[in-house]
């Protein structure tokens, strides 16, 4: 098993020698990051006979494999990349499939591509050659989900292989096992996602976990973020197609959640400031004055027509 690591050198090195490592790991490729002094990457393989599953854990940053690379380094290949944690964004030829944990794409390494992280992210790599995978034109670079199906069971293997349980030829059959059912469902058939569809997905997301932690006092965009594994500028550019900014569609669920309450004759005995408390607002003065820009009417006021109803 092999290991690199920048932990290895000086804060002020490591990203110059990440760039070195991931070249010596996988291949000439180009890494560029918004971190310069301390970045922190991890990248542990282990050969399993023609294959090798590489995980891979680092920082922000966008690797590209350009022409210039490809001419250096003409090698033939395949790397199928299971995302474990963050979100990536991967890109070759005219696809592009945005990565959740649990996401897994293929990426062909005779062409130009772009893997993108805008956080911390894991993924597990596993390098196939050229003839593992079934000739002819490949969906790379499109999402393959592994909930379930042949997805799951490429998952289970991968995952399998990194826990470091079986003996190394075990470990080498069973990545074999993987790539056969890699080239199995690379030949199905592989449904067209809409523009803009993976994030949409993201958006989503984002949306439920506002659901689910709206009355969370401390609910921010920095916390939906690190729940969702990305950056807070990913987040907030998800927003920026959506209809309200995220802070506007917190404010309109909390002020939604609030109005219920006040018109329901079941908590009529609760105090306005402790229902403005509950559904996240922690200073009751704003609360007044946004209830009333958004409804026209204070909370007293909701609450009095909805007896009078």
Do not use: K
């Not at 090195?13 to 990051?33: G, H, K, N, V």
């Not at 002094?37 to 090798?52: A, I, P, Y």
């Not at 959640?257 to 004759?265: F, K, V, Y």
């Amino acid at each position: 098993m092999a290991i690199w690591s920048t932990a290895a050198v000086a804060p002020r090195r490591q990203f110059a020698y990440w760039r070195e490592m991931i070249c010596e790991a996988f291949l000439d490729l180009t890494p560029e990051s918004p971190l310069r002094d301390g970045f922190r990457g991890r990248v542990t393989q282990q050969s399993l006979d023609r294959l090798d599953l590489a995980r891979i854990d680092s920082q922000a940053q966008r690797v590209r494999r350009t022409e210039a690379d490809i001419a250096r380094s003409p090698n033939s290949g395949y790397y199928a990349n299971l995302q474990l944690r963050g979100v990536g964004l991967t890109v070759q030829g005219d696809r592009s499939a945005v990565t959740r944990p649990g996401d897994l794409t293929v990426i062909d390494t005779a062409q130009p591509f772009t893997f993108h992280f805008d956080g911390d992210f894991q993924q597990l790599s596993l390098h196939l050659p050229a003839d593992a995978l079934p000739d002819g034109p490949l969906p790379t670079a499109t999402r393959i989900a592994t909930a379930s199906g042949l997805g799951a069971a490429i998952r289970h293997a991968l995952l399998t292989i990194d826990s470091g349980v079986l003996a190394a030829p075990s470990a080498a059959r069973v990545a074999a096992h993987a790539s056969g059912l890699l080239a199995i469902a690379l030949s199905e058939p592989v449904p067209e996602e809409p523009h803009g569809r993976p994030h949409r997905r993201l958006l989503d997301a984002a949306l439920a976990d506002i659901e689910e932690h709206v009355s969370d006092v401390d609910l921010s965009p920095r916390r939906t973020a690190e729940r969702l594994g990305i950056s807070v500028r990913l987040l907030h550019q998800l927003f920026a197609g959506h209809e309200r900014s995220y802070g506007r569609t917190v404010r309109i669920r909390r002020l939604d959640q609030a109005r219920r309450d006040l018109t329901d004759p079941r908590q009529a005995g609760r105090r306005i400031v402790d229902i403005a408390i509950a559904n996240g607002f922690i200073d009751v003065t704003h609360f007044h004055r946004v209830f009333r820009e958004t409804y026209g009417q204070t909370p007293a006021q909701c609450r009095r027509d909805a007896v009078a109803d």
